[in-house]
């Protein structure tokens, strides 16, 4: 449990230190060129980008030394429900809870992609599969061959898990779409002063 809360922190530090000296000048400047903005608009975005920081950190940190990475090997787990067989054959709180986690970490993705892009069940479907193959190939190959070797299991399970936690997220904002607010309400205008002519 510590280890998953260690890499959230690591994820908002990320964001704090690298993604947001970006973010802002890079979604700032075209609403003040343009005189027009959207609160909501810049808050999901800037919501999204700390997420995604979060996931990279979960997924792949702490980064293994050299010397430890020679000494770590991970094969793919390939059985499909495997983790299930493992908590049936062994209860134990860890398994339950990176089943769960791994469910959860990617409910914010499908509620992300139904809010702000509108995409329906399948696109929700396709890009979160993408999601979790990219995480999980990472994972069997050394964060894409950077280190000699596998560091993280490559898990079908995950896949599955991840690829529900991203359907529960689409849902979770259907369900909820007639209480919500639609994007476009939020456009402003920045209105200046108007010069008066004597």
């Known amino acids: 449990m510590m280890t998953w809360l260690n890499s959230i922190l690591d994820g908002f530090r ?5 993604a947001l000296p970006v973010f802002i000048p890079v979604t700032v400047i075209p609403m ?3 005189r027009k903005y959207n ?15 979060c996931v990279v950190a979960l997924v792949f940190l702490p980064l293994p030394s050299m010397d430890k990475i020679a000494s770590l090997h991970y094969e793919a787990q390939l059985i499909p429900l ?42 929700v479907l396709l890009y979160s599969v ?19 070797g596998s560091y ?11 690829t529900l936690g991203g359907m529960m997220g689409y849902w979770m904002v259907r369900k909820a779409e007639r209480f919500l607010p ?9 209105r200046g002063k108007e010069r008066v002519m004597a």
């Open 14 to 18: 990320i964001f704090g230190f690298y």
């Open 32 to 34: 003040i060129l343009s």
């Open 39 to 53: 609160l909501l608009q810049f808050l999901l975005k800037e919501a999204f980008i700390l997420y995604v920081c």
């Open 82 to 123: 495997y983790s299930v067989i493992r908590i049936k054959n062994n209860f134990c709180m860890t398994e339950i809870l990176q089943v769960v986690f791994n469910v959860i970490m990617t409910i914010p993705f499908g509620m992300y992609l139904r809010y702000y892009y509108k995409m329906d069940a399948k696109k």
């Open 130 to 148: 993408g999601l979790t193959v990219l995480i999980e190939v990472g994972q069997l190959t050394g964060l894409f061959f950077i280190f000699k």
């Open 152 to 162: 993280r299991l490559f898990d079908v399970d995950d896949l599955i898990c991840n």
């Open 182 to 190: 639609e994007m476009e309400e939020f456009d402003r205008e920045v």
